[in-house]
């Protein structure tokens, strides 16, 4: 038996045996995505915001210039949109893995 196959009966058994439980963590599953992509979202705007502090000639109280400081900051919120973008992908195109490892979570 190969691991797909015995994935799809351990979904179907556990859809048929507690469907409210399933239907509980497929829930928490997709609000799990959407706050990834909230978090995303975020990540991105504080990276726009960033990338246009690093435009202006902000000084601090030497005389320095901040702007590579400022991109820097924007380079790594862009790191955060993509990881939390990733992991927001992961949630809505494979919900099932995140049900079933929550599952298995409760039995540890």
């Given at each position: 038996m190969?691991?797909?196959?015995?994935?799809?009966?351990?979904?179907?058994?556990?859809?048929?045996?507690?469907?409210?439980?399933?239907?509980?963590?497929?829930?928490?599953?997709?609000?799990?995505?959407?706050?990834?992509?909230?978090?995303?979202?975020?990540?991105?705007?504080?990276?726009?915001?960033?990338?246009n502090?690093?435009?202006?000639?902000?000084?601090?109280?030497?005389?320095?210039?901040?702007?590579?400081?400022?991109?820097?900051?924007?380079?790594?919120?862009?790191?955060?949109?993509?990881?939390?973008?990733?992991?927001?992908?992961?949630?809505?195109?494979?919900?099932?893995?995140?049900?079933?490892?929550?599952?298995?979570?409760?039995?540890?």
């Amino acid at each position: 038996m190969d691991w797909e196959s015995a994935l799809g009966e351990l979904v179907t058994f556990v859809k048929g045996v507690a469907p409210d439980v399933w239907a509980i963590y497929a829930k928490q599953v997709t609000l799990d995505g959407i706050a990834f992509a909230a978090a995303a979202l975020g990540s991105l705007m504080a990276s726009i915001a960033f990338f246009n502090l690093s435009t202006k000639d902000i000084k601090d109280e030497y005389g320095n210039s901040n702007s590579g400081v400022f991109k820097m900051l924007g380079y790594a919120a862009l790191v955060f949109v993509g990881g939390f973008a990733f992991a927001a992908l992961n949630r809505f195109v494979n919900p099932d893995y995140f049900v079933i490892r929550g599952l298995l979570n409760l039995v540890k």
